[in-house]
C-alpha cells in the first residue's frame, strides 16, 4: 500500500505495523496510560465539550482526548505505529486479509447486494438520485462472515490497544463503489455526526477501512488530512428529525459536514493523504479524521468493509445535537465487549464447567 500526500506530492511506501520507518522520527506520545487517564475504567462525564451544529461556523478547535490510550506491549502495533499514528491519526496493513478471505467476503457482500430480504430494509442505502447500491449497514449481524470478520483477532487486538480498552462494534458497513456508477462521500468527520446524532461523549473510536478490491488513486479511494484528528470542526445548522435518510445518501455537503474554509485551512496545513492498496489491505483511523473520497467514474469497483470500534467506557448517551438518537444499526447501544472467537469459545466451555 502507498500514501500520497497531494500537497506534497510526495509517496511514501508503508509495510506492516512499522509506518513510522518511512517517516521522520517523533517524540514520544503522550497516551492515556502516561496521563493517568487508563488506570481505572474510564466513564467519559457527559459534559459536551465538542459543541456542533451551531448556528454558525466557530472555528476549529483543539482536541482535550488522548488519541492512543494504549501502549506497544497492549497488542501487536510497536511504539513507532503508535508514535505514527498518534501524530497522522491513521495506520496502514498493507495485507490484513489474504486472497482467500477477500474471495469469501467479496462472494458475501455479492449475496447481500441481491438479497430479497434486504431489499426494502433501512440498512440498504441507495445512491442520491437512483436505486444503485451505495452501502449496507449492520453487516456483522446480518452475515456470519462478517461477524467472525469483526471478532478476528488480526483486527480486534489493534482496536483494543489504541482504545486502551475492551471495544464493540458501534457501527458495520460495506461500501460498494461500483465502476461507473459509484457516488462520492464529501469531506467530513465521522466523531462529529456519532457526537452530535449518536450522543457519542469523545472521540475514543476508531475505522477499520478493509479492501475487498483494489484501491486506487482513480477509482475513489479514501482521503485523509493527516493530523487532522488533532482539531476538532465545529458544523453549523439544526440537525433535522430523521436527517440519517438524507445524509447517508447525499454527495454534496449537508448538515454535519465541514465549511470549505475549514477543510482548506486544515488541508492547507497538513495536506491530503490517498490511501491506495491491493485487495486485502486496510487503514485505520481515528474517529475525528477530516476524510472523504471521489466518486468512481472509472471500470474499476472500489469496495471497502468499514467497522467502528469504541471503548465500552465511551457508550453513546442521549444526542448531543439531535432531536432523537440514531436507529441501532447505525449506532450500536449494546455496549458488551466484543470477544474473539477463541475467547467467546473459552467463556463458553467455563459455563459448561460450572453447569
Known sequence: MTRTN?????????KGTGTAKEMKATKGIKTAK??????TPHRTPRTDRYPTRLPAPSGLRPRPDPVVWGAPGDGPLDAD?????????????????????VAGLTREIAALATDPALKDDDRRVSEEGSRE?????????????????VRDPRILGIARQILGSPVYVHQSRVN???????????????????????GMPAPRALSFSIALTENLH??????????SHHTFVPCAGETPPDHFRHSLRTHGAAVGTPDDAAVAELARERGIESCVGAAGSAVVFDSN???GSNGNITPYPRSNVFVVYNSVHNAPGEPFAAPAPRPPFLAARDVTPLETEEERERGEERERGVE
Open 6 to 14: 497531494r500537497t506534497t506530492g510526495e509517496t511514501r511506501a508503508t
Open 34 to 39: 502516561e496521563t493517568g487517564a487508563a488506570g
Open 81 to 101: 505505529a503508535l508514535r505514527a499514528y498518534d501524530r497522522d491519526g491513521f495506520h496502514v496493513e498493507p495485507a490484513l486479509l489474504t486472497p482467500d478471505e
Open 133 to 149: 447500491l451505495r452501502s449496507i449497514f449492520e453487516v456483522h449481524r446480518i452475515s456470519p462472515a462478517f461477524d467472525r470478520l
Open 176 to 198: 460498494y463503489k461500483p465502476g461507473f456508477k459509484g457516488g462520492p462521500f464529501h469531506w467530513h468527520a465521522d466523531f462529529e455526526t456519532w457526537h452530535a446524532e449518536d
Open 218 to 227: 482513480c477509482n475513489g479511494s479514501l482521503m485523509i488530512v493527516p493530523g
Open 289 to 291: 479524521c477530516l476524510h
